[in-house]
């Protein structure tokens, strides 16, 4: 979604604490503070690193820069769009055992803002060495930008204010309290425009505000953009075609705007008695059969690791790795605000980096066990984002029932344990929610909130390219389309894709009566991509190709897609080009190390290709490989009234479910009466002790 800027790291930090304090205060009254866990540590942040899947911490990123340092590499004018760890060999990681040697490197893109030339440096904290010192090719074609620093949000406030052309739109619109006024730092997608390609680039679009309290998002001013080139400090066009007005209505959610809370809800408590059911030791989680390692980075935010089930003792695995390292916000609309916008949130202004710290009792009920995050700042010093990924146990009503011929009934309640973060990116912000249930299946949810992305028009007007949702406040159409990326790894890395759909049968010799039908099995033979279809139930089977269950059937998992419309930007447009991964729900590559992102590294002002067609292009095999299958799923999004002022959740995702991967339903022996009852906290389901003592029945 449109992101806008916060204004620099440290204002943006406060911004965001702001609101969070504000919803709090809003919501209960007081601050809560999270001091209610009793069961050991609650918070993880990793600072020993005894994996080679441990993300990085803050002592390897500091001791990656100061050998840049030393190198002579950072200068007054550098700073660090992006730093990453660099993932360790794979071959090399599996054969791994514990206590044995394993390098560690970082890489880090520096920027020189004096220049605006980028370099890509891997540095080996294990051998206090720079790898590699390349440069990014950001002036030749395809281009392609580093995603934006903090820094630079500020930077394009002061030129835009600085501006006159900029001063007389607002003075001609009447606006007379420029200090109030915010200027939202955005990517400027790729055009071909001669005054912008290979430089970098980014435009404003400005936004009134009453005081430096008041939503921004409530006060577009339409027809006015800015395009700045962010090396030179040049303020190359301002555009200013709109006459319409400034909507004054609020978009504010305080107490004073919204009202007072309602105080019909009663409290609802989790508790967990006997404590939570996972344990976690450094960056490796264990819950119920599943072992998994959490990582987190500035670009992806939380990477799930060596995802196993336990089966009759044996870890088995099911994915290597697992993360959303992209997406893609496009709009539709073709009005000069906005015919640019297609914000890719990851690669242009990296998930992690702008992860939430969570509090508990909000984002997280429960007993909780949270993981800080690791990043780095825009000078490429560790930045710690405390509480980031939080963790912890769900009760998920019925995981099955029989009543059977003797009217005996038996049940079980299902429960899934939940890893998670949310990254709040200008006016949206974005959950991202593994969960993994006790049958074995996988669940990947996207969570859409926030502030939709208004422009003005008006009032009572039709716009055949938004709704409007509160007067003169008109939302475009636009679409959220997140990439998921499963290098999976079912009971080994000799897999193959197969498609699954289901098919009808003419009437005749092969169905005499018609009630036939069959499905039909199709393997996915070479490297490239395919769409869902729900009329056909299709799904993607991962089949292991040396393991077989006890019918003599492949083991394998089973994507389930929800096959919501993909991009629906035209084939020939320029960002049909560079979001192509949003062009099919899914792309099977073979395993390469730097495969990781489906719109290429640098898709900031990048011409298009890169990523996904680019992995594909060789079309290799993917029969009995180590595969990869990314999968592009979300919301197309008509905004609605009740999207107003703060959007309801909208979920989107997939299901990653065992077929054929154990002998039979694995959550059998889930225990009766495993849950309190809910109704007074105590006692077990089934018996007479699950009776209210309290008045409710
Ligand atoms: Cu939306």
């Not at 049968?505 to 729900?534: C, H, K, L, Q």
Request: glycine fraction near 8%.
């Amino acid at each position: 979604m449109p992101f806008l800027s916060l204004g620099s790291m440290m204002a943006g930090f406060a911004l965001k604490v702001y609101i969070a304090k504000q919803l709090l205060k809003y919501l209960f009254g007081v601050i809560m503070v999270d001091n209610s866990h009793t069961h050991g540590k609650r918070v993880t942040r990793v600072t020993e690193v005894t994996h080679p899947l441990d993300p990085l911490t803050e002592s390897e990123i500091a001791a990656g820069r100061q050998i840049l340092v030393k190198a002579g590499y950072v200068t007054e004018t550098v700073r660090f769009p992006a730093v990453l760890p660099v993932e360790p060999d794979k071959k090399a990681t599996l054969a791994w055992k514990p206590g044995k040697p394993f390098d560690r490197s970082i890489l880090f893109v520096l920027l020189d803002m004096a220049t605006g030339i980028s370099h890509e440096a891997v540095v080996s904290v294990t051998d206090e060495t720079v790898t590699s010192f390349t440069k990014v090719n950001s002036d030749v074609h395809p281009y392609g930008q580093p995603p934006y620093l903090f820094e630079e949000y500020d930077q394009v406030e002061a030129l835009v204010k600085g501006d006159p052309r900029w001063l007389h739109a607002m003075e001609r619109r009447g606006v007379t309290n420029i200090d109030d006024v915010f200027c939202a730092p955005l990517a400027p997608g790729y055009f071909g425009f001669e005054d912008e390609i290979g430089r970098r680039m980014i435009r404003s679009l400005t936004f009134w505000r009453a005081d430096k309290e008041d939503s921004p998002w409530a006060h577009p001013v339409e027809g006015l953009l800015v395009t700045i080139n962010l090396t030179t400090g040049e303020v190359v066009k301002v555009q200013d075609e709109g006459d319409i007005p400034i909507p004054q209505g609020s978009g504010n959610y305080d107490v004073a705007t919204i009202g007072p809370a309602r105080t019909s809800l009663k409290p609802i408590e989790i508790t967990q008695p006997e404590g939570p059911s996972f344990s976690v030791n450094g960056s490796l989680v264990e819950w119920e059969n599943w072992k998994f390692r959490v990582s987190f980075n500035s670009r992806e935010g939380l990477v799930l690791n060596q995802v196993t089930f336990n089966d009759k003792g044996e870890d088995r695995s099911v994915l290597y790795r697992a993360s959303v390292p992209e997406m893609v916000v496009p709009y539709g609309d073709k009005s000069i605000n906005r015919f640019w916008i297609s914000y890719f949130d990851a690669g242009e202004y990296l998930l992690g980096k702008n992860a939430n710290p969570l509090v508990l009792g909000c984002d997280c009920l429960g007993v909780i066990h949270y993981f800080d995050g690791i990043a780095a700042d825009d000078h490429g010093n560790p930045m710690v984002v405390p509480q980031a990924i939080c963790m912890h146990e769900e009760d998920y009503g019925i995981l099955w029932k029989h009543t059977d011929l003797n009217f005996q009934p038996d049940s079980r309640r299902s429960r899934r344990f939940v890893i998670s973060y949310f990254a709040t990116i200008g006016n949206y912000d974005y959950g991202f929610f593994w969960y993994l249930y006790l049958d074995g299946t996988i669940q990947v949810e996207a969570k859409a909130t926030g502030v939709v992305f208004n422009g003005a028009g008006i009032p009572g007007s039709h716009d055949p390219h938004g709704n409007e949702i509160a007067p003169g406040l008109f939302a475009p159409v636009h679409q959220h389309i997140f990439s998921a990326r499963l290098d999976v790894a079912i009971d080994g890395n000799d897999n193959t894709v197969e498609e699954v759909a289901v098919l009808g049968i003419p009437m005749g010799p092969d169905n005499p009566y018609g009630n036939a039908f069959t499905y039909s099995v199709t393997p996915v033979e070479n490297e490239g991509s395919r769409m869902a279809d729900n009329l056909k139930a299709r799904s993607w089977h991962v089949k292991s190709e040396h393991r077989t269950n006890y019918t003599g059937a492949s083991t394998q998992y089973q994507l389930v897609p929800q096959g919501t419309p993909m991009l629906m930007a035209q084939p020939e447009s320029p960002v049909a080009a560079r979001a192509a991964f949003a062009t099919k729900h899914v792309w099977v590559t073979k395993y390469e190390p730097n495969e990781i992102w489906p719109a290429g590294m640098y898709p900031n002002q990048h011409a298009g290709g890169a990523g996904l067609p680019t992995y594909v292009a060789g079309g290799d095999s993917v029969v009995n490989e180590d595969i990869v299958l990314w999968h592009q799923f979300g919301p197309t999004h008509i905004p609605r009234t009740e999207d107003w002022p703060i959007m309801p959740v909208d979920y989107s995702g997939f299901m990653f479910k065992p077929y054929g991967f154990f002998d039979k339903n694995p959550a059998m022996d889930v225990p009766a009466g495993n849950a309190s009852c809910s109704c007074c906290g105590s006692g077990r389901c089934g018996t007479d002790a699950c009776t209210c003592t309290h008045g409710h029945s």
